[in-house]
């Protein structure tokens, strides 16, 4: 992919400028497990290619029909806390009766689940709706629109604040900062608003980034993508602003996202996160809105009464379409966004292929398998069906861990070298799918593209089968402690095989 020049900021200077690497300096990858949703560590690529894939939907994992619920419903969150799966969103009637708006009231629900694969609304009793308690609410109050918790993973948070929100809108001054202990009883961290600039009408989010040592917040803003002299310049295209903090109440170098060889385009929510298997990774799974227009397509789309109505209501009810994309940044400012839909609307029925349609939840959780025996799997949240009747609905997707972008070759083989790179570890384990015919075989070379004596093509095993873990062995050996801290190349002879990711672990390293 060719790279735009980006809007030099202050931001860039703290955290993109160290971040980049030098043709004479090897990447240092120590022990993590690396991805190929960005080009960060491929020198070079013949007769193979980073291939991009889609979740696989499965069942309805919610329904929003609650009297405080509805078809406005939106802005989910999902976080994986221990054996309990927790779901925060927003309830709201919002919606299109007789070709006319229906405004209804706000408010932040919590739902949970034990498999990550159906959840329920346990009754809360904090907060009042109809003269009752007896519902899932979690908050009415400022910020409800678009409160967005997560879990503070920061290992000195206090307990009181172990779980933090960002929320609120323009009209309310900005984004407020909330804390919980329990993650359902919510209050104010700080009685101001703690980010003021920004448009805010969308999911604004905020979380612990390890890797960096700070908070990082991901928010609406508006630009107007204009290149000029080779430099992206802001101003009127629904867009992603990013601050950072060291306590989660000053946020300071903010800066608008930059991307890799990608058009200009309308993106809602962001998604932003650090990929847990690999959270020197930022993945996000951010929403693309299209405005496509009356057309024969578009009343060959599913539910055209309903299309209809809402287009009188508003236009963009009715011939808006939405759908999930994919982007990684190891800087959190420039991302590689996959210019391609990550989650299309799919085939056409009823509830699909509409406006509010695919908005992914914020946060890929970790689930069983449905194959018994087989190894664990991502599911991956989006809605359906808005905008119309009592309520909409979220459905899960499911896909491999590691799966978002593989390196593919066909059965007639493929190369993927890396760039010279340092590891801390014992063994190299591949995280790989080959047809049977297929496999995959690694050589170890020299900074300068020289094979080592007992890491050679002809020396390693090929490797077939399709799993998360396998260890590389040459002639039997496996173990690679001896180059640990040394300069090397990796070398991937692939065929008819998928390759996913992979790390250099030490004997104690869980796959």
């Known amino acids: 992919m060719r790279h735009q020049l980006a809007v030099v900021s202050v931001f860039a200077f703290l955290f993109v400028l160290p971040c980049v690497i030098h043709a004479s300096e090897p990447v240092h990858v120590g022990s993590r497990r690396e991805l190929f949703v960005d080009e960060h560590l491929i020198e070079s690529l013949k007769g193979a290619r980073r291939q991009l894939h889609h979740p696989t939907p499965r069942e309805i994992a919610i ?27 927003r309830g709201s009637t919002l919606g299109v009766e007789g070709g006319r708006l229906k405004l209804g009231g706000e408010v932040y629900c919590y739902a949970e689940s034990r ?34 918790p997560f879990l503070d993973r920061r290992g ?3 307990p009181e604040s172990r779980f933090k929100a960002l929320g609120g809108l323009a009209s309310q001054g900005g984004l407020f900062a909330f804390h919980s202990a329990d993650g359902i009883h919510w209050s104010l961290l700080h009685e101001d608003p703690v980010v003021t600039a920004g448009a805010f009408d969308s999911q604004n989010l905020a979380f612990w980034d390890e890797t960096a040592g700070v908070y990082r917040a991901y928010f609406r803003t508006f630009t107007k993508g204009v290149t000029t002299a080779k430099v992206w310049k802001p101003e009127g295209y629904r867009a992603i602003r990013t601050a950072t903090s060291r306590d989660f109440v000053t946020w300071e170098n903010e800066a608008d996202l930059t991307y890799q060889d990608s058009p200009v ?12 298997r690999a959270p020197h990774i930022l993945i996000g799974f951010p929403t693309r809105y299209i405005e496509r227009g009356w057309s024969e397509s578009m009343r060959a789309l599913p539910e055209l009464q309903q299309r209809e109505e809402r287009a009188a209501a508003h236009l963009r009810y009715g011939t808006a379409l939405t759908e999930g994309l994919l982007m990684a940044s190891r800087n959190g400012v420039h991302f ?39 190894a664990p799997e991502l599911s991956i949240y989006a ?5 119309h009747g009592k309520g909409n609905a979220i459905r899960r997707y499911s896909l491999r861990l590691d799966g978002f972008v593989s390196v593919q070759a066909p059965l007639s083989g493929g190369e993927l070298v890396t760039k010279p790179l340092t590891f801390s570890g014992e063994r190299l384990t591949l995280n790989f799918a080959t047809s049977a015919a297929g496999d995959i075989r690694v050589e170890l070379q020299d900074a300068a593209g020289t094979p080592l004596p007992g890491f050679t093509l002809d020396a390693c095993e090929p490797v077939f089968g399709d799993t998360i873990d396998r260890t590389v062995s040459w002639d039997g050996d496996s173990v690679l402690a001896d180059l640990a801290g040394k300069t090397v190349r990796l070398r991937f002879v692939i065929r008819d095989a998928d390759l996913y990711s992979f790390r250099f672990a030490d004997e104690s390293v869980q796959p």
């Open 265 to 276: 385009e309308h993106l809602y929510t962001n998604q932003i996160a650090p990929y847990f």
């Open 115 to 148: 498999d990550g694969i159906t959840f329920t609304k346990p009754n809360l009793g904090l907060y009042e709706h109809q003269d009752s308690k007896q519902n899932n609410i979690i908050w009415t109050g400022v910020g409800t629109h678009n409160f967005a």
């Open 336 to 374: 590689e966004r996959w210019n391609e839909a990550f989650l299309r609307p799919g085939p056409q029925r009823p509830d699909t292929w509409l406006y509010g349609h695919q908005y992914i939840a914020w946060h890929a959780v970790q689930t069983a398998s449905s194959l018994p025996g087989a």
């Open 156 to 158: 000195d948070c206090p």
């Open 383 to 387: 809605s359906e069906g808005s905008w």
């Open 63 to 89: 329904v929003h029909d609650a009297p405080w619920e509805g078809a406005g419903s939106g802005y989910h969150s999902v976080i994986h806390d221990g054996d309990v799966y927790r779901m925060y969103y």
